[in-house]
Nanobody, 127 residues
Framework: QVQLVESGGGLVQAGGSLRLSCAASGRTFTFSSTNMGWFRQAPGKEREFVAAISRSGGTTLYQDGVKGRFTISRDNAKNTVVLQMNSLKPEDTAVYYC??????????????????WGQGTQVTVSS
């Protein structure tokens, strides 16, 4: 069993920044062997991919709409993955979810590759 706990969400004005963190834990869970991702879901919309990072941190993927504004990183010593969000826009408003791939897929954007999910943290960007 894996526990993923997100933090760092909140209300920010357009153009501002937020830093989301995801703390991972579990008795049989090896964080450094797990690709990690961030997804988001806005009201009335489907969940969508935001960013992902490989086990070593050497490879990252981003949704086109956040490239250049968001940065995903990880600290394998602390079992944490971080999403730094800059130049936030009202359309970034959503619940953001941390996700872990324990099935050893090649790093990807597809939600089926991630089998463990956090409870989510709300990000609201006002105009």
């Amino acid at each position: 069993q894996v526990q993923l706990v997100e933090s760092g969400g909140g209300l920010v004005q357009a153009g501002g920044s937020l830093r989301l963190s995801c703390a991972a834990s579990g008795r049989t869970f090896t964080f450094s062997s797990t690709n990690m991702g961030w997804f988001r879901q806005a009201p009335g919309k489907e969940r969508e991919f935001v960013a992902a990072i490989s086990r070593s941190g050497g490879t990252t993927l981003y949704q086109d709409g956040v490239k250049g504004r968001f940065t995903i990183s990880r600290d394998n010593a602390k079992n944490t993955v971080v999403l730094q969000m800059n130049s936030l826009k009202p359309e970034d408003t959503a619940v953001y979810y941390c996700a872990a791939d324990r099935q050893n897929y090649i790093l990807g954007r597809e939600s089926y590759k991630y089998d463990n999910w956090g409870q989510g943290t709300q990000v609201t960007v006002s105009s």
